[in-house]
């Protein structure tokens, strides 16, 4: 019964993946965390079968990494164009802050001229 479940999350593991890699480049934040939570939790519930894997399981799990580095350059992607959001948004404040500043409007200017 344990290779069979293995088998089965394995199976699903790959299908997951394959569909990731495959629409890699129309997934969103949103896409990309699903399949991350999902994809843990797979691989949490194989932990206890690694001891019973076999050369060849391990050698697909291996080319299945390699595979995933499009996974993981997308999602460095998107953390660079957060952050340079982020950073625009807070030079974008700096500016309107420089023209809502708050005066007193009983406020007197005095000239002194010499």
């Known amino acids: 019964m344990a290779p069979n479940n293995f088998d089965i999350l394995f199976a699903e593991l790959q299908v997951i993946s394959a569909q990731a890699i495959k629409d890699i480049a129309i997934?969103?934040?949103?896409?990309?965390?699903?399949?991350?939570?999902?994809?843990e939790k797979i691989v949490d519930a194989m932990k206890p079968f690694l001891p019973m894997i076999s050369a060849e399981?391990?050698?697909?799990?291996?080319?299945?990494?390699?595979?995933?580095?499009v996974i993981v350059n997308r999602m460095h992607e998107l953390k660079n164009e957060a952050g340079e959001w982020l950073q625009n948004l807070g030079t974008v404040r700096i500016q309107q802050n420089a023209y809502h500043q708050s005066f007193s409007i009983d406020s007197l200017f005095i000239d002194h001229r010499k």
């Open 57 to 69: 399981t391990k050698q697909l799990i291996e080319q299945m990494l390699q595979d995933e580095k």
């Open 27 to 39: 997934m969103d934040e949103d896409d990309l965390t699903a399949f991350v939570d999902r994809r």
